[in-house]
């Protein structure tokens, strides 16, 4: 079974810092899912990743598939960035479901 | 588009009532799965299926049944309600082809309690 480790659990920052959210698994992937869960408890895919980087907005994940490692990370933060996010990996071929990390409670101070 | 949706959005039962939450989506999406929410355990998978007739377990599936006779539709069902099901159940889809490696397409959640 992937073990899967965020860090960290909570972050409080101010508004316009740049902020990294970490995720770490245990076994060999194919996919991993960054997802954004609002206050109001709506869950939403944010990005897909099996290599590299991918950039949307002020929203830039990371995956080092040989450390077995990914970030998240948003630039200028914004009040309405507050929310969960939660790390998804998803072993062999995708097939199978999503194993979830207990997410990273942020909230951005104006 | 109505993307996935899910009823009822709240719910409270007896130990040992029985109950099918619903599940259905719009976009022809093949894969569909099921989780559970749990503070401080996050989403766990409870059942999936890549296509209609086809079905497998989760992480956690003991106490819950599924079906899927159409694409559109996967019903989650409790046949005996205990008090440790109490959770939030979200659903969600992916497109044909992609799995669980596809972008995912979560429903509202049931906010589901078991006295």
Known sequence: KNEVEQSPQNLTAQEGEFITINCSYSVGISALHWLQQHPGGGIVSLFMLSSGKKKHGRLIATINIQEKHSSLHITASHPRDSAVYICAVVAGGGADGLTFGKGTHLIIQP | ?115
């Open chain 2, 1 to 115: 588009n109505a993307g996935v949706t899910q009823t009822p959005k709240f719910q409270v039962l007896k130990t040992g009532q029985s109950m099918t939450l619903q599940c259905a989506q719009d976009m022809n999406h093949e894969y569909m799965s099921w989780y559970r929410q749990d503070p401080g355990m996050g989403l766990r998978l409870i059942h999936y299926s890549v296509g209609a007739g086809i079905t497998d377990q989760g992480e956690v599936p003991n106490g819950y049944n599924v079906s899927r006779s159409t694409t559109e539709d996967f019903p989650l069902r409790l046949l005996s309600a205990a008090p440790s099901q109490t959770s939030v159940y979200f659903c969600a889809s992916s497109y044909t082809g992609g799995g669980a490696r596809g972008t995912q397409y979560f429903g509202p959640g049931t906010r589901l309690t078991v006295l």
